[in-house]
């Protein structure tokens, strides 16, 4: 079946450790993108890419990285310089970057920073 | 910009009982307009989208109108059932330029009780 999966589902860190969230999509998307959920905050975007070997900053970028270097996977990096990096963090994707479509989620993967 | 404003919760309902989760929107030009659902340590699924004026969104029961002159998108269900319980989020989505982001409200928790 097609979807978007994220690994790991849950994760632990200690203060000063990068770490990668993956996530991988068979629905042949153009975009992607990186949503962190905290309570009562809703969702807000951290990275999105429209194409291959492209991306752009979100509203909350400061502490993360991302790549794109194949069409399918969109990384995360949790960076150390990151302040208050545990949150439930979202993928998702779309079969193009503009107009009315809707976006396709993964399960989440959980941060805790210990 | 763009900005969701819904309700605040937590809403909890008892079975069968009817259901309205007000969402109100801030956009320019022609959004396109989307209600999601997340059950407990899950990520967001579509529950319906209406992609233009007086156009109405329904799925499982659930119903939204996009009206344009109240800038208003509630969301509604005739009887709830214990596992309709799960956080709601309106979103928009601009066909224009800029468009790459769904902007999402805080979300409202929903608790049906038998």
């Known amino acids: 079946d097609g979807g978007i999966t994220q690994s790991p589902k849950y994760l632990f860190r200690k203060e000063g450790q990068n770490v990668t969230l993956s996530c991988e999509q068979n629905l042949n998307h153009d975009a992607m993108y990186w949503y962190r959920q905290d309570p009562g905050q809703g969702l807000r975007l951290i990275y999105y890419s429209q194409i291959v070997n492209d991306f752009q900053k979100g509203d909350i970028a400061e502490g993360y990285s991302v790549s794109r270097e194949k069409k399918e996977s969109f990384p995360l990096t949790v960076t150390s310089a990151q302040k208050n990096p545990t949150a439930f963090y979202l993928c998702a994707s779309s079969p193009a970057p503009r107009g009315a479509g809707e976006l396709f989620f993964g399960e989440g993967s959980r941060l805790t920073v210990l | 910009g763009n900005s969701v404003t819904q309700m605040e919760g937590p809403v909890t309902l008892s079975e069968e009982a009817f259901l309205t989760i007000n969402c109100t929107y801030t956009?320019?030009?022609?959004?396109?307009l989307f209600w999601y659902v997340q059950y407990p340590g899950e990520g967001l699924q579509l529950l319906l989208k209406?992609?233009?004026?007086?156009d109405k969104g329904s799925n499982k029961g659930f119903e939204a109108t996009y009206r344009k002159e109240t800038t208003s998108f509630h969301l509604e269900k005739g009887s709830v059932q214990v596992s309709d319980s799960a956080v709601y989020f309106c979103?928009?989505?601009?066909?224009?330029?800029?468009?790459?982001?769904?902007?999402f409200g805080k979300g409202t928790k929903l608790s049906v009780i038998p």
């Open positions: 956009a320019t030009g022609y959004p396109s």
């Open positions: 209406a992609t233009k004026a007086d």
């Open positions: 979103a928009l989505k601009n066909s224009g330029a800029g468009s790459y982001q769904l902007t």
